[in-house]
């Protein structure tokens, strides 16, 4: 085992062993590992193989930036192995194993060798995709797992601090101070950020005193709401952030974000620079200090700051051998680390850089020469672990989400943040205050300038001045002529890659990143993107400055899909009388959000034929609730009307209804329903189900411009409706009524009353949708159930019988009813829809008339007829067949049924403007490209004369 | 191993082929500019030079080459529409994607994996059966398949009948296919550099200069050019650079987003739309899940993600794939989508004589990248718009002769 005694390790739990399997052996973990760490404390350090080269990856970062430590946990795939903490009894493999031959061909098989190969002849994408597709997926699913469970948290904040570093730390206190509140999100389980794992001192004790002092005085403040173990993954557009816990999404919204999250360790480039034991130098640290793990036994540290003293002094005080320091730069730099490296006779070798790593699948040795013009003589070191602290850069994601640029300064040989949008601040080594103080200091300052955003009014501050010192070498790159060097380990971009893609004239950084699909790999080019940018700047000759960094987009860290969707709810609506459907063992249809029965039994054909015969002959009860219903009061209430629909209301009486009709501003059929008059000043205009919404919608944004004064109301919700039709109907309601005349001479046709039916408020309509006497009764949705039952059981003796959409769908077509959506596109007219007579063209304005105007112009392209078939025995043809002439296609069926009071097969079709009188065949291009011949009849095909309805 | 990586391997140096010349100052003059170098404008130069002869030609963007919706558009090529004009003119589209890659000397990745139209109402049944309908009688390969069928094309799907919208049936058509769309775009501005067009990244149009109701000349950040002839072809863009020419357009600008997952090993052959869930998804054959849904519900000429698309579209697509709730989300991202009344383009003609505009491409215009830059460089040589244009002419918006495309719009709007 290469675990540490204390007090190294402070996040491991030495007495809480844990158990898991990895690539099918068993190990054990402490409480507190990452996977990564657990299986480095077992001396596994091949985590994965690469995407393209099949190369073994380890532990680089520690810190979840590189796509080399995806694992697949149990069903999940893609989990960082460095970040994810170990649980008794997981089950951890690679994502793919073998493959390493194709290392072998690398020569051929450049950047972006796909688009060159592959395609001749014609058919050979074909054959070689499945077999590219097969090698480069990472994960697995697996299609019978259920899904996880997820949820989300809803949070307010003054000030959201993100990161829970020294800086973050001092920012959420200051910006508590003021009284602001606060919440603190920290991607890690413990707060202390680089404290914990850094060494901001000689003597290593500083940081970790600074972190508890820190953390104390964080979790004895009550206005500050601490979230550890907490990724934030976006931050949106007026600081609404998310984040990720757990298997759980909080989404905060905060009137200003402190962004304290850190900067991020950089590679250095050179040979072999990808192979298991090559690591950060923060990453050697985060294993030995935060989980008591060895990284290696003998170890080569390249610096080009004094930060990477703290790591060889780190190793050596974990019992590493120090092989040697190579220091990037020349001379004697200062630095209080450096001194004390070099008082402990640690050995450094000053203007040498590490130019190649050996080993087949870890670190063997590392060969460095010097950075001088003459390139000095080769060294060659044995190691089996080489820490590169070489440079970093911001961690900016979310900074660069919100609005921020990065932009390189060559002062710093890096990249830094500017044009941060309102309300939004950094603090600490995201904005170049890179010591423990000086990122407390601007921590606190960030603290309260975000305080004074939100609101509060804190003493000013001033910030430290950012370090003049910088942790960046300007060039960390050494190119191999052997290649192997990677610029960016999650596609296996080499230095030789990028030159080439310049060379073939991706010049913009963004080309670049494309052909190289460098930076597009899971860790978004965190470990790649400011190389890149060097090597670019170099090959074009142009100041880094000039050439940018990639865009980070949205989001960073593990955001699952189970995250976003969360409980996922889908919403249903269901009518007051569902229950009573249900128990009649309703078969459902979706109709928008809505549930509507479509029939009543199990077998669908015998079911709605005896539902269509119940109403022609008895009486049938349908739930209507799902149409739209509209109180449209007020002085303005008739011009209301009158403008949004085609037809004309002004003179519609009190207890009177017409059907109506709405257009679009282009004079295409929207919607139809039913415009009630009630009373002078009161309309009730009913909608379709699925249009319901939009009408509203519809009405509220004319209202918003017309500004007529009317109230319009929406009863949709708050009234169902029951729909009483058969030539007994009037038999079943007079008895439950004192109040209404339910009589033809009482409510004739197209009336409307009010009154009660079995003390019950009821609007009822004498509406024709289904050509027999029918009455839409509307009542308070909370008293619907009991009417229904009532109307049921009163109509037990009569043959009463509740029918279904699917019935109606037929009682309907026989009167030559549309169905707007159905019968109609989006563009059609009311003439082509033969509804011409619903147009009150004399009227000055309704929404549409000037396009129905300009389209009255022109020749009528289509109209919608009814048909009959030739031979009525002819199988019918189905909805949406075309309508064919000499080859060309005039028009569609709309609606088509086997009416099972004529006995025959109905419907209505669009035919040419000269196939629509009754009598002229047209022919119909059903399954299998036969023609069926039909005839226009016109309609209603069942009564026409409109006897049964009055 | 294929012969075209041999080259790579045994040169003793690296064999490049430049994609995009480099820099070089603006001409004076040009016989025609093409403003926008998506894949649209660059096609449409291309054909230019290959078809018609025409070499003076340049090709500007005010970014990189198809930075704009030619890079941010989730590749599915489709010719599965509604009107019978529209059938026509995607089903050239698709004739000439399937020989691009030969054509230009460049794998675009064309991949026919068959696409499917999930339907989830009766309503959306009725809908794909009108599809199928034209498409056949047009010769296009479109069917209306049941549930079995589904399965057997694509068994992850959840086909629950207990599910909130249980699938129904399916518009399948087998010719979907997905490409890379980069390729494309890189594909034909090498092409056509090759054949002499030039090629400006970093050029921003700043004015178009007008004498009466013609077009002489373009101003851009780099100066001016006199031109004979001009087209514009910037989605996104479009409203505010015909307010430069001086006339208005019929559209709404609005965000379109999309985003990806960490790569997976294959598991889903065909590209699968769901109109009721407003979501579609496609595997590359990198193994990400590329997938989007409906536009935003808000004009805005601003490439910004928000959350609340990834949270509606994950609650959607799990309806359809339960199985991936711990899939990752690997980035997201935002175009704009120059939406038309009727969901169908506008090619052809504008209020100027020799300035022609290629726009309104909505949620659709990577689908249309070949047969749009091949017409529109023949209207462009010609003077005279073909037949196939025709039906898409601007001028339809005055006389309300609209191509109704709603009902084969991917997902919802």
């Given at each position: 085992m290469n675990r540490l005694p204390e007090p190294f390790g402070c996040l491991i739990d030495r007495s809480r062993p844990v158990r898991f399997r990895f690539d099918g052996l068993a190990y054990t973990g402490l409480a507190g590992d990452s996977i990564a760490s657990a299986l480095a404390a077992n001396g596994v350090r091949v985590l994965s193989s690469s995407f393209k080269h099949r190369r073994p990856r380890g532990i680089y970062s520690a810190a979840g930036h590189e796509a080399g430590v995806l694992v697949q946990v149990n069903q999940e795939p893609s989990v960082a192995a460095d970040e994810r903490a170990i649980a008794e009894g997981m089950t951890v493999s690679r994502h793919h194993k073998g493959g390493r031959w194709i290392e072998r061909f690398d020569r051929f098989l450049p950047v972006g060798f796909y688009y060159r190969a592959f395609f001749r002849p014609a058919f050979g994408w074909r054959l070689w995709e499945p077999i590219i597709r097969r090698r480069v997926g990472h994960g697995r699913v697996d299609p019978g797992f259920a899904g996880g469970e997820h949820d989300k948290l809803h949070l307010h904040a003054d000030v959201a601090v993100v990161g829970g570093g020294p800086a973050g730390l001092a920012a959420a206190l200051a910006a508590a101070e003021t009284g602001a509140e606060v919440v603190l999100l920290h991607r890690r389980p413990r707060l202390g950020g680089g404290l914990l794992w850094g060494r901001p001192d000689a003597a290593g004790q500083h940081g970790g005193d600074l972190a508890a002092q820190l953390g104390a005085a964080v979790l004895a403040e009550p206005r500050i709401r601490i979230l550890t173990a907490a990724t934030v993954t976006g931050c949106f557009a007026d600081r609404w952030l998310s984040a990720v816990q757990g298997a759980r999404l909080i989404k905060l919204r905060a009137r200003a974000l402190v962004l304290a999250s850190g900067q991020r360790e950089q590679p250095a480039v050179f040979r072999n620079n990808d192979l298991p034991g090559v690591m950060l130098g923060s990453a050697a640290q985060r294993l030995i200090r935060l989980h008591g793990v060895k990284p290696g036994r003998r170890a080569v540290v390249a610096t080009a700051n004094d930060a990477g003293y703290g790591v060889a002094l780190d190793l050596e005080e974990a019992g590493v051998e120090l092989a040697g320091i190579l220091d990037l730069r020349p001379g004697h730099p200062p630095g209080d680390l450096r001194q004390a490296a070099a008082h402990r006779g640690l050995p450094i070798l000053q203007g040498r850089a590490p130019v190649a790593a050996e080993g087949r699948d870890a670190v063997q040795a590392v060969l460095h020469a010097g950075l001088d013009e003459a390139g000095g003589e080769r060294g060659r070191l044995a190691a089996d672990l080489l820490c590169l602290s070489v440079g970093g850069t911001p961690a900016a994601e979310l900074a660069v989400q919100a609005g921020a640029t990065l932009a390189y300064d060559p002062d710093v040989a890096g990249f830094r943040l500017t044009g941060l949008p309102e309300g939004v601040f950094a603090a600490g080594a995201v904005d170049r205050r890179f010591t423990a103080q000086a990122a407390e200091a601007d921590g606190k300052a960030a603290g309260r300038e975000a305080a004074r955003a939100a609101g509060f009014v804190p003493q000013p501050m001033h910030r430290p001045t950012a370090t003049a010192a910088t942790p960046n070498h300007p060039f960390p790159i050494f190119p191999h002529p052997e290649g192997k060097d990677y610029v960016d380990f999650d596609h296996d971009v080499t230095v030789a890659d990028v030159a080439n893609a310049l060379t073939d004239g991706f010049e913009h950084i963004e080309l670049l990143k494309r052909y190289t699909t460098l930076a597009m790999g899971p860790s978004q080019g965190r470990l790649s993107a400011l190389n890149a940018a060097r090597l670019l700047a170099r090959a074009r000759n142009l100041p880094v400055a000039a050439v940018g960094a990639p865009n980070p987009r949205p989001p960073f860290g593990e955001e699952c899909f189970g995250h976003l969707a969360g409980r996922g709810h889908h919403p249903v609506r269901r009518s007051a009388l569902h229950p009573a459907h249900q128990a009649r063992g309703a078969k459902f249809m979706p109709a928008g959000l809505w549930l509507r029965p479509a029939y009543y039994g199990s077998d669908a054909e015998v079911a709605v034929r005896a539902e269509v015969m119940a109403v022609h002959h008895d009486v049938g009860l349908i739930d209507v609730s799902t149409l739209g219903g509209f109180d449209i009061r007020g002085p303005d209430a008739p011009e209301f009307v009158e403008r949004f629909?085609?037809?004309?209301?002004?003179?519609?009486?009190?207890g009177r209804c017409r059907y109506g009709l709405v257009c679009d501003v282009a004079g295409s059929l929207i919607d139809d329903g039913m415009v009630c008059r009630l009373a002078p000043e009161h309309f009730y205009v009913t909608a379709t189900t699925g249009a319901a919404d939009g009408i509203y919608r519809s009405m509220l944004w004319w209202q918003a411009q017309w500004r007529l004064d009317v109230d319009i109301t929406n009863l949709t919700s708050a009234l169902a409706g029951i729909s009483v039709a058969g030539p007994k109907a009037r038999d079943l309601l007079a008895p439950l009524t004192?109040?209404?005349?339910?009589?033809a001479a009482g409510l004739p046709f197209v009336g409307i009353r009010e009154g009660h039916i079995a003390d019950i408020p009821v609007r009822a309509l004498r509406t024709g949708f289904v050509g027999e006497v029918a009455f839409e009764l509307h009542v308070p949705a909370g008293m619907a159930l009991a009417l229904w039952e009532m109307l049921l059981t009163a109509g037990e003796r009569l043959g009463v019988r509740p029918f279904g959409v699917e019935a109606q769908r037929i009682l309907r077509l026989q009167k030559g009813h549309i169905i707007i959506g159905q019968d109609t596109?989006?563009?059609?007219t009311p003439a082509e829809a033969g509804l011409a007579l619903a147009v009150a063209m004399a009227k000055p304005y309704f929404v549409g008339r000037r396009a129905l105007e300009i389209r009255a112009g022109q020749p009528l392209e289509r109209r919608l007829v009814g048909f009959t078939l030739a031979d009525p025995l002819a199988a019918p043809p189905s909805e949406c067949h075309l309508v064919v002439r000499q080859g060309d296609i005039v028009g569609r069926v709309t609606s088509v049924a086997h009416s099972p009071v004529l006995n025959q097969t109905i419907g209505l079709a669009y035919v040419a403007p000269d196939q629509a009188e009754p009598g002229i065949a047209f022919t119909i291009k059903v399954r299998a490209g036969r023609l069926l011949n039909a005839v226009v009849t016109k309609p209603p095909f069942y009564d026409p004369a409109g006897a049964r309805q009055a | 191993m294929p012969i075209g990586l041999l080259k790579y391997g045994l040169a003793r140096r690296y064999p490049a082929r430049r994609q995009f010349p480099p820099e070089r100052p603006l001409k004076p003059v040009y016989d025609i500019v093409i403003i926008g170098a998506g894949g649209h404008g660059l096609a449409a130069a291309y054909y230019l030079a290959k078809q018609w002869g025409l070499r003076n030609v340049c090709v500007l963007d005010k970014g990189w080459i198809a930075g704009g919706n030619t890079g941010r558009n989730t590749a599915i090529v489709r010719a599965n529409y509604l009107t019978p004009e529209g059938v026509r003119f995607y089903a050239e589209s698709v004739a000439l994607f399937r020989e691009l890659s030969q054509e230009l000397d460049f794998n675009i990745l064309y991949s026919e994996r068959g696409h499917l139209t999930l339907a989830h109402t009766d309503a959306a049944l009725r809908t794909a059966r009108w599809r199928a309908e034209v498409n056949k009688h047009l010769g296009v390969s479109s069917e209306l398949i049941g549930v079995d069928e589904i399965r057997r094309l694509c068994p992850v799907l959840n086909l629950s009948e207990e599910a909130r919208y249980p699938v129904l049936g399916a518009l399948y058509h087998p010719p979907g296919a997905i490409a890379r769309h980069d390729a494309i775009a890189w594909g034909y501005a090498r092409a056509a550099a090759d054949m002499g067009v030039e090629l400006h990244q970093h050029t921003e149009v700043t004015g178009i200069r007008r004498q009466g109701d013609r077009v002489v000349g373009v101003e851009t950040n780099r100066g001016v050019i006199s031109c004979a002839r001009a087209l514009q072809a910037v989605a996104g863009s479009s409203s505010r650079l015909a307010a430069l020419a001086g006339f208005r357009l019929p559209i709404v600008t609005v965000p379109l987003q999309a985003c990806v997952s960490q790569p997976l090993q294959p598991f889903l052959d065909p590209i699968v739309v769901s109109a009721s869930l407003h979501c579609y998804v496609s595997q590359t054959p990198r193994g990400e899940l590329v997938m989007g849904g409906a536009v935003d519900g808000y004009p805005l000429y601003q490439q910004r993600s928000t959350l609340d698309f990834k949270e509606t579209l994950m609650s959607d697509l799990l309806e359809l794939f339960p199985f991936l709730s711990e899939v990752k989300v690997l980035r997201q991202w935002a175009g704009i989508a120059d939406m038309t009344p009727d969901f169908s383009p506008v090619m052809g003609e504008t209020p100027l004589a020799n300035y022609y505009i290629d726009a309104g491409w909505g949620t659709w215009g990577f689908k249309a990248t070949p047969v749009c830059g091949k017409r529109m460089a023949e209207t462009l040589a010609t003077g005279a718009v073909p037949d196939l244009l025709r039906p898409f002419a601007l001028q339809r918006f005055d006389s309300f002769r609209q191509l109704g495309e709603r009902g084969a719009a991917a997902v919802g709007h």
């Amino acid at each position: 085992m290469n675990r540490l005694p204390e007090p190294f390790g402070c996040l491991i739990d030495r007495s809480r062993p844990v158990r898991f399997r990895f690539d099918g052996l068993a190990y054990t973990g402490l409480a507190g590992d990452s996977i990564a760490s657990a299986l480095a404390a077992n001396g596994v350090r091949v985590l994965s193989s690469s995407f393209k080269h099949r190369r073994p990856r380890g532990i680089y970062s520690a810190a979840g930036h590189e796509a080399g430590v995806l694992v697949q946990v149990n069903q999940e795939p893609s989990v960082a192995a460095d970040e994810r903490a170990i649980a008794e009894g997981m089950t951890v493999s690679r994502h793919h194993k073998g493959g390493r031959w194709i290392e072998r061909f690398d020569r051929f098989l450049p950047v972006g060798f796909y688009y060159r190969a592959f395609f001749r002849p014609a058919f050979g994408w074909r054959l070689w995709e499945p077999i590219i597709r097969r090698r480069v997926g990472h994960g697995r699913v697996d299609p019978g797992f259920a899904g996880g469970e997820h949820d989300k948290l809803h949070l307010h904040a003054d000030v959201a601090v993100v990161g829970g570093g020294p800086a973050g730390l001092a920012a959420a206190l200051a910006a508590a101070e003021t009284g602001a509140e606060v919440v603190l999100l920290h991607r890690r389980p413990r707060l202390g950020g680089g404290l914990l794992w850094g060494r901001p001192d000689a003597a290593g004790q500083h940081g970790g005193d600074l972190a508890a002092q820190l953390g104390a005085a964080v979790l004895a403040e009550p206005r500050i709401r601490i979230l550890t173990a907490a990724t934030v993954t976006g931050c949106f557009a007026d600081r609404w952030l998310s984040a990720v816990q757990g298997a759980r999404l909080i989404k905060l919204r905060a009137r200003a974000l402190v962004l304290a999250s850190g900067q991020r360790e950089q590679p250095a480039v050179f040979r072999n620079n990808d192979l298991p034991g090559v690591m950060l130098g923060s990453a050697a640290q985060r294993l030995i200090r935060l989980h008591g793990v060895k990284p290696g036994r003998r170890a080569v540290v390249a610096t080009a700051n004094d930060a990477g003293y703290g790591v060889a002094l780190d190793l050596e005080e974990a019992g590493v051998e120090l092989a040697g320091i190579l220091d990037l730069r020349p001379g004697h730099p200062p630095g209080d680390l450096r001194q004390a490296a070099a008082h402990r006779g640690l050995p450094i070798l000053q203007g040498r850089a590490p130019v190649a790593a050996e080993g087949r699948d870890a670190v063997q040795a590392v060969l460095h020469a010097g950075l001088d013009e003459a390139g000095g003589e080769r060294g060659r070191l044995a190691a089996d672990l080489l820490c590169l602290s070489v440079g970093g850069t911001p961690a900016a994601e979310l900074a660069v989400q919100a609005g921020a640029t990065l932009a390189y300064d060559p002062d710093v040989a890096g990249f830094r943040l500017t044009g941060l949008p309102e309300g939004v601040f950094a603090a600490g080594a995201v904005d170049r205050r890179f010591t423990a103080q000086a990122a407390e200091a601007d921590g606190k300052a960030a603290g309260r300038e975000a305080a004074r955003a939100a609101g509060f009014v804190p003493q000013p501050m001033h910030r430290p001045t950012a370090t003049a010192a910088t942790p960046n070498h300007p060039f960390p790159i050494f190119p191999h002529p052997e290649g192997k060097d990677y610029v960016d380990f999650d596609h296996d971009v080499t230095v030789a890659d990028v030159a080439n893609a310049l060379t073939d004239g991706f010049e913009h950084i963004e080309l670049l990143k494309r052909y190289t699909t460098l930076a597009m790999g899971p860790s978004q080019g965190r470990l790649s993107a400011l190389n890149a940018a060097r090597l670019l700047a170099r090959a074009r000759n142009l100041p880094v400055a000039a050439v940018g960094a990639p865009n980070p987009r949205p989001p960073f860290g593990e955001e699952c899909f189970g995250h976003l969707a969360g409980r996922g709810h889908h919403p249903v609506r269901r009518s007051a009388l569902h229950p009573a459907h249900q128990a009649r063992g309703a078969k459902f249809m979706p109709a928008g959000l809505w549930l509507r029965p479509a029939y009543y039994g199990s077998d669908a054909e015998v079911a709605v034929r005896a539902e269509v015969m119940a109403v022609h002959h008895d009486v049938g009860l349908i739930d209507v609730s799902t149409l739209g219903g509209f109180d449209i009061r007020g002085p303005d209430a008739p011009e209301f009307v009158e403008r949004f629909h085609t037809g004309s209301f002004r003179k519609l009486a009190p207890g009177r209804c017409r059907y109506g009709l709405v257009c679009d501003v282009a004079g295409s059929l929207i919607d139809d329903g039913m415009v009630c008059r009630l009373a002078p000043e009161h309309f009730y205009v009913t909608a379709t189900t699925g249009a319901a919404d939009g009408i509203y919608r519809s009405m509220l944004w004319w209202q918003a411009q017309w500004r007529l004064d009317v109230d319009i109301t929406n009863l949709t919700s708050a009234l169902a409706g029951i729909s009483v039709a058969g030539p007994k109907a009037r038999d079943l309601l007079a008895p439950l009524t004192r109040d209404l005349d339910v009589s033809a001479a009482g409510l004739p046709f197209v009336g409307i009353r009010e009154g009660h039916i079995a003390d019950i408020p009821v609007r009822a309509l004498r509406t024709g949708f289904v050509g027999e006497v029918a009455f839409e009764l509307h009542v308070p949705a909370g008293m619907a159930l009991a009417l229904w039952e009532m109307l049921l059981t009163a109509g037990e003796r009569l043959g009463v019988r509740p029918f279904g959409v699917e019935a109606q769908r037929i009682l309907r077509l026989q009167k030559g009813h549309i169905i707007i959506g159905q019968d109609t596109d989006a563009n059609t007219t009311p003439a082509e829809a033969g509804l011409a007579l619903a147009v009150a063209m004399a009227k000055p304005y309704f929404v549409g008339r000037r396009a129905l105007e300009i389209r009255a112009g022109q020749p009528l392209e289509r109209r919608l007829v009814g048909f009959t078939l030739a031979d009525p025995l002819a199988a019918p043809p189905s909805e949406c067949h075309l309508v064919v002439r000499q080859g060309d296609i005039v028009g569609r069926v709309t609606s088509v049924a086997h009416s099972p009071v004529l006995n025959q097969t109905i419907g209505l079709a669009y035919v040419a403007p000269d196939q629509a009188e009754p009598g002229i065949a047209f022919t119909i291009k059903v399954r299998a490209g036969r023609l069926l011949n039909a005839v226009v009849t016109k309609p209603p095909f069942y009564d026409p004369a409109g006897a049964r309805q009055a | 191993m294929p012969i075209g990586l041999l080259k790579y391997g045994l040169a003793r140096r690296y064999p490049a082929r430049r994609q995009f010349p480099p820099e070089r100052p603006l001409k004076p003059v040009y016989d025609i500019v093409i403003i926008g170098a998506g894949g649209h404008g660059l096609a449409a130069a291309y054909y230019l030079a290959k078809q018609w002869g025409l070499r003076n030609v340049c090709v500007l963007d005010k970014g990189w080459i198809a930075g704009g919706n030619t890079g941010r558009n989730t590749a599915i090529v489709r010719a599965n529409y509604l009107t019978p004009e529209g059938v026509r003119f995607y089903a050239e589209s698709v004739a000439l994607f399937r020989e691009l890659s030969q054509e230009l000397d460049f794998n675009i990745l064309y991949s026919e994996r068959g696409h499917l139209t999930l339907a989830h109402t009766d309503a959306a049944l009725r809908t794909a059966r009108w599809r199928a309908e034209v498409n056949k009688h047009l010769g296009v390969s479109s069917e209306l398949i049941g549930v079995d069928e589904i399965r057997r094309l694509c068994p992850v799907l959840n086909l629950s009948e207990e599910a909130r919208y249980p699938v129904l049936g399916a518009l399948y058509h087998p010719p979907g296919a997905i490409a890379r769309h980069d390729a494309i775009a890189w594909g034909y501005a090498r092409a056509a550099a090759d054949m002499g067009v030039e090629l400006h990244q970093h050029t921003e149009v700043t004015g178009i200069r007008r004498q009466g109701d013609r077009v002489v000349g373009v101003e851009t950040n780099r100066g001016v050019i006199s031109c004979a002839r001009a087209l514009q072809a910037v989605a996104g863009s479009s409203s505010r650079l015909a307010a430069l020419a001086g006339f208005r357009l019929p559209i709404v600008t609005v965000p379109l987003q999309a985003c990806v997952s960490q790569p997976l090993q294959p598991f889903l052959d065909p590209i699968v739309v769901s109109a009721s869930l407003h979501c579609y998804v496609s595997q590359t054959p990198r193994g990400e899940l590329v997938m989007g849904g409906a536009v935003d519900g808000y004009p805005l000429y601003q490439q910004r993600s928000t959350l609340d698309f990834k949270e509606t579209l994950m609650s959607d697509l799990l309806e359809l794939f339960p199985f991936l709730s711990e899939v990752k989300v690997l980035r997201q991202w935002a175009g704009i989508a120059d939406m038309t009344p009727d969901f169908s383009p506008v090619m052809g003609e504008t209020p100027l004589a020799n300035y022609y505009i290629d726009a309104g491409w909505g949620t659709w215009g990577f689908k249309a990248t070949p047969v749009c830059g091949k017409r529109m460089a023949e209207t462009l040589a010609t003077g005279a718009v073909p037949d196939l244009l025709r039906p898409f002419a601007l001028q339809r918006f005055d006389s309300f002769r609209q191509l109704g495309e709603r009902g084969a719009a991917a997902v919802g709007h």
